[in-house]
């Protein structure tokens, strides 16, 4: 649950995030691999690069692992962002050159902050066999703290509340009133919304812009059906939807205020300008503390430098 980002998912230049106003637009993710695992990478997409500060968004698997098989994705850095990892299926390990090694399951969260440089592995458990099922997200930094120091937290239970067909788990931030522990540098909401057959009604804040993802089964929103590999673009201005299944559905809805800064991505950087992605990846490659150690048995990823280095 790495992201390297190419031009594939989005122009390697600054673009304004473009916020619309209420919408719903449905995009395809681009079929991509992380490891041995497929993965729909609904965010970055040609047109649409953050949803608040919502960046990046991999839906990954599901995907039969064995305890000597499965996610193996090798230490490597990151800047300016925070990883969300959470899983429907299956279990994983973060390990972290802050010196963190902590077991993922379902219905916990792992929330890494990158700040001025982090590095990471995903591993399996070496134990675990069967489906592996989940998403990773990743939150752009403001500039107030996009530059600090890196950290990690665990939460292994968060908050949930009913809402008629389905039940909100509160990865991130606040629905009315319903608030996660985990930390918040900007103002959004990540929520996974379990819904039964029904029509669930979800509250939204119409500063927000909004979009949702299904990770399992078809949420039916306003005559349009969205399914795993679609990201549906919502806008601002909504002060709530109703949800529909037919059939058990997972879906996360991702929402924030549109994000001030543009947001330039390479690779595993978020950063603003071309010359603090060229400095971070030399600074990778040539092992500079900035990145510290990761203690994992595999080696550490490394890439060329990006298309525009001098
Ligand atoms: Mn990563």
């Excluded at 989005?10 to 637009?25: D, N, S, T, V, Y």
């Excluded at 230490?75 to 077991?103: K, M």
């Excluded at 590095?119 to 489906?131: F, R």
């Excluded at 939150?139 to 939460?155: K, L, Y």
């Amino acid at each position: 649950m790495s992201g390297p980002v190419t031009s594939a998912d989005a122009p390697a230049e600054p673009q304004p995030a473009a916020p619309e106003a209420w919408a719903l637009e449905i995009t395809q993710s681009r079929e991509s691999r992380v490891g041995a695992i497929g993965v729909r990478r609904a965010l970055p997409r040609r047109g649409r690069r953050t949803v608040g500060p919502w960046c990046f968004v991999d839906h990954m698997g599901p995907a039969l692992v064995s305890p000597r098989r499965g996610m193996n994705v090798a230490p490597h850095p990151h800047i300016g962002l925070q990883t969300v990892t959470w899983l429907i299926e299956g279990e994983a390990l973060h390990r972290d050159s802050l010196g963190s090694e902590q077991v993922i399951r379902p219905g916990q969260l792992n929330l890494m902050t990158a700040g001025w440089g982090v590095a990471h592995s995903e591993e399996g458990t070496g134990t675990y066999g069967g489906n592996l099922h989940g998403v990773q997200l990743w939150i752009a930094q403001p500039s107030a703290t996009r530059d600090g120091p890196a950290a990690f937290e665990h939460h292994g239970e968060l908050p949930r509340r009913d809402l008629d067909a389905a039940v909100a788990t509160v990865l991130v931030g606040d629905l009315e009133g319903t608030t996660s522990p985990a930390r918040r540098d900007t103002d959004h909401l990540g929520v996974e919304l379990s819904l039964r057959p029904g029509t669930a009604t979800m509250p939204l804040r119409a500063d927000f812009e909004h979009a949702l993802v299904t990770l399992v089964g078809a949420a039916h929103l306003e005559g349009q059906i969205i399914e795993p590999g679609h990201l549906a673009y919502l806008g601002t201005g909504r002060a709530e939807i109703f949800l529909s299944a037919k059939e058990p559905t997972r879906a996360l809805l991702l929402g924030g205020v549109p994000f001030d800064d543009e947001v330039l991505m390479w690779w595993n950087f978020v950063a603003r300008t071309r010359a603090e992605i060229v400095e971070a990846h030399r600074a990778w490659m040539a092992g500079d503390e900035r990145f510290g150690r990761v203690d994992s048995p595999l080696p550490r990823i490394e890439v060329g430098p990006p298309p525009w280095s001098p």
